[in-house]
């Protein structure tokens, strides 16, 4: 996996957890933390299958109450989709393809 080489070539690998796995059945692990993937862009899915996945993808986020997310988004359903806006967005290309960089922050929830 090219992130993990390129974790352990920058000195960071042991700070890391990388996993490939269904993104909505995120669970917590850690008090704290950033989930970092790039989801489909809906080259391959139809749109109605793309907002549910990225809907799912969002109720999974909630349960990361307090942690960030940083997503490459290909898709402007994406942010429509989540519960909560992005703190930060980027434009950038993905190759050919016009990309979001984004960052959410992960709402607190009343404990």
């Known amino acids: 996996m090219r992130a993990r080489r390129n974790a352990s070539a920058a000195g960071v690998d042991d700070d890391l957890t990388f996993e ?3 993104a909505t059945a995120l669970e917590r692990r850690w008090d704290a933390g950033t989930v970092c993937t790039n989801p489909p862009y809906g080259e391959r899915l139809k749109s109605a299958d793309l907002e ?9 986020l909630l349960r990361l109450n307090g942690w960030a997310a940083v997503v ?3 898709s402007p359903l994406f942010s429509r ?3 909560f806006k992005p703190v930060v967005s980027h434009r950038l290309f993905n190759g050919p393809l016009e ?3 984004l960052r ?3 709402p607190e929830r009343p404990r």
């Open 104 to 106: 959410y922050e992960i």
């Open 81 to 83: 989709a989540l519960p």
């Open 52 to 60: 549910a996945l990225y809907r799912a993808f969002g109720r999974a």
């Open 72 to 74: 490459l988004s290909g």
């Open 20 to 22: 490939i796995a269904d």
């Open 99 to 101: 990309t979001r960089l």
